[in-house]
């Protein structure tokens, strides 16, 4: 941001930029009102990779007015994340989108080639959770990395998980994705020297308190080196994790 | 009231009113009473202005009955909140309705010219907290306000938020409308040296809790002249930004 | 902000600015930076008028930092709120404070004259409401705004507030201190027609769970024109108050 | 309970009953045993008065088979509460039953002639609240209470209560049935000299949070004589109610 | 108050009251203004009997400005609730207050001989539901009834309370103070055919949240004509039983 | 687990097992891993007898899935909990399951003679709780117990309890089943010297807050030997149970 | 009981017994009126072993009165729990108990020789769980129970519970001792087959929230045969342990 | 771990181990158990590097305990995180640690040369919020990390974060530590593209509820890659960024 501040006012010196022009610059930041919606365009800008879209409480008709706009400005790359299959029946007829049942997401465009770090592993404590954890490995695989899934291995079989000690001895982010009691972070974070993002799902009944008994759980973890996201927040979690696996861009 | 309990007073002076009559004036208010709804009669006299139906809970046939009483009462202009598009068919066969889908809100008469001192600006976090921001914004309107609209500025994109800081430095009245975590309203009470009235919304999942989050957070802004409303209540604060925005009239 | 900016580009244009100096302009805030506290002078700059120091949590010696560096920058006046009585004791050794037991408030400097569009009216649910009322009839106050105090005007005894009708009819705005069931909010807001600023309070015991029942009384109240600040938030309501009773100013 | 152990223990001593026939009397109960319910036969013997069914969570079934075992014991006045309307008409087929639809009530047999001390007054703060609050008046009136009504008087429009303050300084008993920030048992309560039975209702939306702040509200009433039952709950208010109104009786 | 507006209108139309004095008439009400109390003579000149001053969170100076009050107004019998010992100790110096440690209450002028319909019972769980059972049988009595105490008849020894038995059955009103499950309300109710006033106590640990256990507990009993007052709300149970046990006089 | 590992690292020094193969055992559990679930193998091994399935939250699918694994691995004895109507209709196609609606339980296999040291009761509060406790009822029944039924036995009507004071006497382990105010567990709790298993039930409504109320009830039991399980877990309280009243095996 | 009852009735019946001393015979059960307490001398008759005094909210002269009743009436072994180290001190002085400081408890008495069916294992998640874990592990043994202490076990450090599996493959019942997220009760609950009492403590801080994470945790364990007791509730868990672990008893 | 189990099994398999040993092996992990508390000294094994022990809940004489067992095992460099100053008092007198009164940490040992990827950014909304920043920023440091601290840079005066952008835009990782309304995780979210650690405080009053407002606000954070951990944990977020910064040693 900075940088290009400092390119408008050497703009201004030369006058390459009348003043108004450059003010008008300063307040504007690349993004395309569609009146229901401030598309942002400044990440792409910025980065060139993939954008998101939040599917959930828009129209099919908001939605794809933003997949449009974002076309338009050669974002080739989007995902739209809880997105319903009604909606997304809808929008597959005016765009070619991968619709993916399991996680309510769909993809416009190639996934890219793992290129961060490490391996990033989503495990889940039970069967009930796949649909959450899915979204956090299909956001992470979107944004370039490699996954690895460890379904049902909650602690009620603490063998199923020890047996899978190897993958997570050896991962670079490790997503812990589980409703009810949510142990299944502890019991990963007192193994793993990762990295862990703890998910709580709203899986469970009667006092889980639809993910808050998990949600407490999990922040009460005494395992070090875990964080915790909303309930059944597979997208940040999954997007959280690029960003760890992507770490050594940033030396 | 004081000066009706004087008038009456005089006239029982004066022999004009009877002691019983005067004893019946001072224990009626102007109402109209259905059985089930008293409707209030009195503000009308009072302001000769708008007057509105809260119309969740309420029956088609009970609403319609209380715009026949309104009316009656030379009530001409009425709005109607919370009303389902169901209800609203079935009212607009008797009365001639405006039904605004976004906001579930119908008026009936004219939106009067603005003549408040300034502006009231509605602003929401995201493309979901709309139906919300046009119950607020619909209300304005119907009670003489002039209304800017700034939708989909959340805090994710900054940018957005701050490139419109000129309606924010020029508004009157600030109506922030969010969910989940509610950053909006501290954000823009930090830029504003307006009132601002923070709307939480419901919209968010697991955590949020139906808008405790974003309640939380609207109270507990750090941001100084920031007030607070029901979860959802955007009639709320469009009519308090009206009360706020005619201030002058009481000098 | 918009107008500081387009000065500093009119600079660049002319010369009288260098690239790097408007850069670090834009960037430079007028804030003083004392490491445990970066001290606001903004809005002295926009405002020329009263500073306010929040007490809690912060060491005498933090606060005497604090005013210090105020002092320096002009700002003369000065209200601190959240003062125990014994942090008091020791700053008085420095500066000339004044200190309001009731209130928890100390003051530098001269109460304005009030200058507000009309009166602003304090009134309390019971007696141990006082407190926090006085935090908010004194911001006011040192805002510039003439204040009415209705104590112990709860509904417990109607005819305490109603026989006050006068004072609430004539507001300009109202501030509602109550805690237990904060019904006193409600009924207010169904006698006065300008904005009234609840103030729930943590005064009660059992369920009423710190000042949860009266808030959340107050969040659902059924008469219109009533907004919430956090609990025992007296500042904040006088504050507010200031920015409505001082609208015209806006037109 | 006394008596009727004395009277089997003389029975045992005058050789009119077996030691193992007492001891079976004594254990007994008249209740009947239907697996899934045993119904209470109890009251009858001791009252000789009206007997109550409640409806929610019992198949239309189960229902019928509580009221053909009460039916065969004597019991000819019967109410069902919280009955939903089909089950209801499934019901109708088989017992010549009255149904109430706004209180979701049924009833078996005559409702009696009111023999109370006077008169039981159920208010509401709204519309919305009148299924609440007939459950409460049809239950008083099946116990034998004259009932008024007085709905809709909620304190947004205090006037509509006030002008209502004869029937409320005349009460033997008040319920005060209201939503949202339930206050209306509080001014209620400051106006009337007789027990108040507040019932919080789940009128309302986003922090009512489902009829809690109005619970949380009536339970911090500063009105002395008022206590509260469940939300909602209309049964309960109306039973209790009766008790009250019929004190004189145990003198 | 209908009769005494009646006499005033009389008063002006004999010409007897002018009419600016019959407005003052109509507004004022009989309190007195001590600025941080406006002490309520209404009940008095209404009732003639005793009155009570909420004593937590007032000053002994303010409540000797109370009593100072109340006693210049003729008014004799005074009752002191949830005042600490320490300040008991300073008022004992100023009025011939009786302080009584277990209910943290003092009471002026005699207590008065029981006039009520029957015997009000106040059972605890335990013993250390004691203080609160106090302030309740003291309130009781201080207002003309005669209590039985029934004190640690918990359910965990159901034959401490079936003992009983016969208070139980013979009470007017029974007041059932228990913390921890709270279950003594309903088992109590189960026995009981008069109104049955359940206290919640903060009397617990761990998931009793301070009461919330019992209250939640006693809202939800099985047990019909039971009502609630606020957790630790001796005070409010015992002056509603009295008004219960005064039922008679109404008629 | 320890016998397992011994014999392994004999086989590793007597030559008949590899170091590579017994690294691969030491890992290896007896578990089939179908992706969505990893079949939990081992506890059939260790004893031979019945194995649960959790339907909640799977797809018909996923259930036969896991049906078939266990069948070929010889586990002829399955439980199937949670299972909807719909989904038992889909699995009976494929496999000759019992279903029991009440319970929504189906069962596969022969349910075994009772071999536990005695009887468990089941009891319930009222009618409503009965699918809770049937699911108790029959998980116990599974596991070999005799299991004696006495339902609709709350507090409301205690003599309906105090009539079942031999069973409950002379049980083995009580499960307790109530909603509402859950008083149950601890009337039950004061008249039994066995292990009393509570299961607060969702039954209710109002401040029940889907078995919140009942929940903190029974964790605040003030009679001993009372543990808790989550709200509507009657498997968990059956296989307890089961466990308890299979102690002597452990001798 | 009902052999009781039958020899009253049978006395009756043979004259030995008069009506009205067999009337009184049924009403009085075996406690000791202390006024502030009901003495249960109930237990001692039916199970002539220790007893217990919670001492929480007692003063030392209550407590004294008791255990002197209780001595006088041959209740030679006795419990004080919850009791502070002040008042152990005040009772020290009357009488020779032993007092823990850990535990906060003092008995009166021998510790009577194991006899259940087996070991119980108390364990803890960390050394702050101890004083909790001791309260449990003093009453299991002061109820003749052998206990093996596994403290600091908790799942960070997943190896040091993993060897001590021996431990807790071979107890009798488990007693799982753990604050924060309470992840010790799944864990064990997964290795153990044995009935497993989980134990949630207020150890922990923030989003803790005084024992609920823990609480919640544990009640939502997908680990099957777990069951809870209150938050610090060790005087629970070792009284439970007790009874399960002497249930061939009952056969 | 694995690598550690085939050296102990090829040890068998040649001889060099008996069978017993290697299960003795097996079983036990490298810590020293002191009873009340089982000391781990595996990290230091696998990572030659710094150990923590959390000083909370533990008596200054267990801490001494915990310290000698570490230097004994070669433990040099020792951080104890929530030392009250009395206990930090008690042990400097047989320890040589440093004391940081601001954030309760004690070390024992060198602080090491910053190893990690970039900087760790440490920001808090306001100057009560150091103490739990210090914490975090101490522990970073201890584990080999250059500490960034921007200290009172709250949302309310958003310009003193503007003017640090430089700083977040070049963070590797950022801590975000805020109490209130939390939003300063969101805004610092909007403009770094690196993980960021929200950490909730108490900082607050009323409806702050002790950091769950912040907690709430920050899980519900619309910026993507912030997670969250328990409130007041500063120790959690500084050892998770030192893993995040640490991340390139695992490829």
Do not use: W
Not at 153 to 169: D, Q, T
Not at 176 to 186: D, F, I
Not at 235 to 246: C, D, K, M, T
């Amino acid at each position: 941001m900075i940088t290009e501040t400092k390119k408008i006012l050497e703009g201004v010196k030369n006058g390459s930029i009348s003043v108004d022009d450059a003010l008008l610059k300063l307040k504007t930041e690349p993004y395309d009102d569609l009146g229901y919606a401030k598309v942002d365009l400044h990440r792409k800008i910025r980065q060139g990779a993939a954008e998101v879209i939040y599917g959930a409480g828009k129209t099919p008709g908001q939605i794809t007015g933003i997949i449009d706009s974002m076309l338009k400005h050669d974002q080739k790359q989007i995902l739209i994340t809880r997105l319903s299959p009604d909606s997304a029946d809808i929008i597959k007829k005016e765009y070619p989108i991968m619709y993916f049942n399991d996680a309510s997401i769909a993809a416009i465009g190639e996934f890219p080639e793992p290129d961060g770090i490490g391996k990033v592993v989503v495990a889940t404590g039970g069967t009930s959770d796949i649909p959450v954890a899915e979204e956090a490995a299909l956001t992470a695989e979107f944004f370039g990395n490699e996954v690895t899934r460890l379904y049902d291995v909650g602690v009620a079989g603490l063998h199923r998980l020890l047996s899978h000690s190897k993958e997570i001895m050896n991962a670079s982010v490790i997503i812990a994705v589980a409703g009810m009691e949510g142990a299944l972070a502890s019991v990963i974070g007192s193994m793993a020297d990762c990295p862990v993002i703890a998910v709580p799902t709203s899986v469970g009944y009667g006092s889980s308190f639809n993910g808050l008994s998990a949600l407490l759980s999990m922040l009460n973890s005494c395992a070090s080196g875990v964080s915790v996201v909303n309930i059944d927040n597979g997208f940040g979690a999954g997007y959280l994790a690029s960003r760890i696996n992507h770490m050594e861009a940033k030396k």
